[in-house]
């Protein structure tokens, strides 16, 4: 009862010395052939192919900007727009779920990071990059 499911851990080489970023690309995959799920057991579009991955997110964001005009004259972020990125769109995701899951009831608040020294010289991955500086 309870603990890690192992063939989810297996599927994605994932164990208690993985990156966090690995972990999270578990959940969150960049492109649809990352996600390694079986179609029948996620395929929310009911089309038999349909994967969800950053990507599709990124795609999806920009063409509803798009459609919003946003960066056309007399709409917002006249001559300012641009497009988003993927790393942008896969912080922005990682970020709302790191917050829903700390601000969860039930997260250990105990819980401190680990962080090699190297790790903590590398530039932050919560970098947003210049266009998410137009969507605060």
Same mark, same amino acid.
């Given at each position: 009862?309870?603990?890690?499911?192992?063939?989810?851990?297996?599927?994605?080489?994932?164990? #208690?010395?993985?990156?966090?970023?690995?972990?999270?690309?578990?959940? $969150?995959?960049?492109?649809?052939?990352?996600? $390694?799920? +079986?179609? *029948?057991?996620?395929?929310?579009?009911? +089309?038999?192919?349909?994967?969800?991955?950053?990507? *599709?997110?990124?795609?999806?964001?920009?063409?509803?900007?798009?459609? #919003?005009?946003?960066?056309?004259?007399?709409?917002?972020?006249?001559?300012?727009?641009?497009?988003?990125?993927?790393?942008?769109?896969?912080?922005?995701?990682?970020?709302?779920?790191?917050?829903?899951?700390?601000?969860?009831?039930?997260?250990?608040? +105990?819980?401190?990071?680990?962080?090699?020294?190297?790790?903590?010289?590398?530039?932050?991955?919560?970098?947003?990059?210049?266009?998410? *500086? $137009?969507?605060?």
């Amino acid at each position: 009862m309870g603990g890690p499911n192992t063939n989810f851990l297996k599927k994605y080489k994932l164990d #208690e010395k993985s990156h966090p970023v690995h972990w999270l690309n578990a959940i $969150l995959q960049m492109f649809p052939n990352n996600n $390694l799920e +079986d179609i *029948k057991n996620i395929d929310v579009t009911t +089309d038999g192919k349909t994967k969800s991955s950053v990507s *599709k997110y990124t795609a999806y964001t920009n063409r509803k900007a798009s459609f #919003e005009n946003a960066g056309e004259p007399g709409q917002i972020y006249v001559g300012k727009w641009k497009d988003f990125t993927m790393r942008e769109i896969a912080i922005i995701l990682g970020h709302t779920l790191l917050t829903a899951s700390i601000l969860h009831p039930d997260f250990p608040r +105990d819980v401190t990071p680990v962080m090699t020294q190297d790790q903590r010289k590398q530039p932050h991955c919560l970098e947003f990059g210049e266009n998410t *500086k $137009l969507h605060h």
